[in-house]
């Protein structure tokens, strides 16, 4: 099984900055690709932001230019670092990992409230 472990949610007026951190542990062989998806009320769960374990990234658009992901490898930590917040960025953010233990599977975290004051 693999843990995520999320951090550095918040409140924050419009134009702030935020950095969300996720850390795994488990019987963790080694992690594929981490992310970062979100949810805001009302909404379905969409990706911000994934890295792949060689350091690929993808981003939705509402996310290029603001965001940036980051991993370290040796922690097993995903990074987001969010600029120029937004109110229409207020979600649940979640942590996501592809993850290889005995098999492959997706897990996720618990989720953090990012909420953007106007």
């Known amino acids: 099984q693999v843990q995520l472990e999320e951090s550095g949610g918040g409140l924050v007026q419009a134009g702030g900055s935020l950095r969300l951190s996720c850390a795994a542990s488990?019987?963790?062989?080694?992690?594929?690709?981490m992310g970062w998806y979100r949810q805001a009320p009302g909404k379905q769960r969409e990706l911000v932001a994934v890295?792949?374990?060689?350091?690929?990234?993808n981003y939705a658009d509402s996310a290029k230019g603001r965001f940036t992901i980051s991993r370290d490898n040796a922690k097993n930590t995903v990074y987001l670092q969010m600029n120029s917040l937004k109110p229409e960025d207020t979600a649940v953010y979640y942590c996501?990992?592809?993850?290889?233990?005995?098999?492959?599977?997706?897990?996720w975290g618990q989720g953090t409230q990012v909420t953007v004051s106007s």
């Open positions: 488990g019987s963790i062989f080694s992690i594929n690709r």
């Open positions: 890295i792949s374990r060689v350091g690929t990234t």
């Open positions: 996501y990992a592809n993850a290889s233990t005995m098999y492959v599977a997706n897990y």
